[in-house]
């Protein structure tokens, strides 16, 4: 039996399961393009965990630290815990209105920030928290605001982020700055 022969057979008796396990409800109205079916049924699945995740993860295995902000609506500020401190960045500062905007829209959005294009001083008020050399992302996804320092040694991992929103469709261009 030659290798095609082997996989066309592989295939077909993974096609025979997955469709003994989708009910007669889904698979009348299953499309005849299985690419199509699954990638409706995975769009249908709540997935902002495993989005999270998914950059939680990969952030870590590179060792980058990631920070969430929690909007603080008495205050309109956003809060996040840095070094044992509690900071509030209101939502009306700086670059923080229009991630605010892109949170509240469910657009996510991506911000690059070093000292050549330091917006209000942003880059100069949180570089004290960062552990070497870093360039400063902040981006929105899943209408979370999120703040990470990338290492200048470690910059593939900015592409990688970039990359992730894209996928997910909602990355406005507008929202992206490139680093120096």
């Keep these: 039996m030659n290798e095609s022969a082997i996989e066309d057979g592989f295939i077909g008796m993974l096609l025979e399961e997955t469709y003994k396990n989708v009910s007669k409800e889904e698979s009348a109205a299953a499309p005849s393009d299985l690419y199509k079916y699954f990638d409706l049924k995975n769009k249908s699945t709540d997935r902002n ?3 999270e995740s ?10 980058i630290k990631i920070y969430e902000f929690k909007y603080q609506a008495p205050t309109a500020c956003y809060r996040f815990y ?19 905007r892109s949170a509240r829209l469910n ?3 991506l911000l690059i920030i ?7 001083a942003l880059f100069n008020v949180l570089l004290p928290f960062a552990e070497c050399k870093s360039d400063l992302i902040l981006f929105v996804n ?7 320092f990338i290492p200048e040694a470690r910059r593939e991992n900015i592409q990688w982020i970039k990359n992730y929103l894209e996928l997910e469709d909602k990355l406005t261009a507008i929202d992206v700055v ?3």
């Design 107 to 109: 657009e996510s959005a």
């Design 82 to 100: 840095v070094n044992q401190m509690e900071l509030d960045i209101p939502s009306n500062w700086s670059v923080f209105e229009q991630l605010h």
């Design 142 to 148: 899943n209408q979370k605001i999120y703040m990470a």
């Design 114 to 120: 070093n000292a050549e294009n330091d917006y209000d």
């Design 54 to 63: 998914t950059l939680e993860n990969h952030l870590s295995a590179q060792n």
């Design 178 to 180: 490139k680093a120096a």
């Design 49 to 51: 965990e495993s989005i």
